[in-house]
């Protein structure tokens, strides 16, 4: 299979049309793709080359496949069908208008404001409360590139096809693929043959250290970094940021422990607390965390007048909203100017 930038474009697979090129991650190409027979859009995702000829990965794909269909939640990427058509192996799942948080992070990081973090935080706690608590499922490569954000706010957690279920039908999990920017200490050492929810919560911590800072609590080769996992203490997160509330910061160093009995036991927990650090710092937001969408509030000096401040703004509104009776003053004013100003303006031009 020849994997170059739409190369598949007008293949049809599996009664699907393959439209463009989505995105690329560890296990496959994913293609837009339409649905002929119910004339609706979903995404495609072509398995590679080397993982098609490992009879393993694909038997445990196939049934993992099986577990995550089962799986039906509004935060999470619904898998549709998987499959062998023409030699190529295939995963078709929902398709999601939106931008990868990777892409959020990368492109337009002012928009990860703390409300926001906290929103999405909540949103991926529910999803992942879901799977594990009705259906023992973990995910096993939470990241921002496994997490769309659509058009209308709404996260979805997707690229469950490297999950693992309790009931070990997926197979031995040293097979299963980590990425080492995220990997948790005991997944990296291959310490335990069960799936446990800690080692997706310490992932999840990575990913809330590295959006709230803007850096990774690890750098370097993958093997530094593999090792910074298991035998170094990140920099608190509130030194990365001293003006993130301390508490949230405080929280997401111990998603980090080392030990994974020092971290959260569950996803409950973990939603609790942050629910809680929520309504403390926000308690007049509309809504509630937890309904499924995140708020994107862009605040940048470009989007205000020439000269004009966040503050200055702020000040402005928070006196009309005070003394209402000014405002129509203030329009008085502007126009008897505008009236003295017209007579000076006419004799300049004569």
């Not at 990965?57 to 069908?81: G, R």
């Not at 910074?228 to 940021?241: D, E, G, R, V």
């Not at 000096?301 to 009309?320: M, T």
């Amino acid at each position: 299979m020849n994997t170059g930038y739409n190369e598949l474009a007008g293949r049809v697979i599996a009664g699907c049309e393959l439209i463009r090129e989505l995105g690329r991650g560890n296990n496959g190409i994913v293609y837009l793709a339409n649905q002929k027979k119910l004339n609706r859009q979903i995404a495609c995702k072509i398995i590679s080359p080397e993982l098609q000829e490992d009879p393993d990965f694909m038997d445990n794909l196939f049934a993992e496949a099986a577990n995550a269909a089962k799986l039906s939640h509004v935060n999470i990427i619904q898998a549709l069908d998987v499959g062998d058509a023409d030699g190529l192996k295939y995963f078709l799942m929902e398709y999601v208008n939106g931008s990868s948080l990777e892409s959020i992070r990368t492109e337009t990081p002012e928009v990860i404001s703390t409300k926001y973090l906290l929103e999405l935080a909540i949103q991926l706690t529910n999803a992942m409360d879901y799977a594990w608590s009705q259906h023992g499922m973990i995910h096993g490569d939470i990241k921002p590139g496994n997490i769309l954000i659509s058009q209308d706010n709404v996260l979805k957690v997707g690229d469950l096809g490297l999950a693992r279920s309790s009931n070990g039908a997926t197979g031995d999990p040293a097979d299963v693929m980590i990425t080492p920017l995220y990997a948790a200490p005991e997944v990296i050492a291959q310490q335990s043959n069960d799936p446990d929810p800690r080692s997706d919560i310490y992932s999840f911590g990575v990913m809330l250290y590295e959006l709230a800072c803007g850096a990774a609590p690890f750098t370097g080769s993958v093997e530094e970094i593999l090792q910074s996992h298991l035998y170094t203490a990140p920099q608190p997160l509130i030194t990365m940021n001293p003006d993130l509330d301390r508490d949230l910061a405080q929280f997401i160093d111990g998603m980090l422990a080392k030990n994974p009995d020092d971290r959260p036991a569950d996803w409950k927990k973990v939603r609790a607390n942050l629910q809680m650090i929520y309504k403390r710092l926000y308690p007049t937001a509309a809504g509630h965390p937890g309904d499924g969408t995140v708020t994107r509030t862009v605040k940048t000096a470009a989007a205000l007048p020439p000269g004009a401040s966040w503050s200055a703004e702020k000040k402005e509104l928070k006196l009309l909203e005070k003394f209402p009776w000014l405002l129509p003053l203030v329009l008085i004013l502007i126009i008897a100017m505008a009236l003295i100003s017209i007579p000076f303006t006419m004799g300049l031009f004569k």
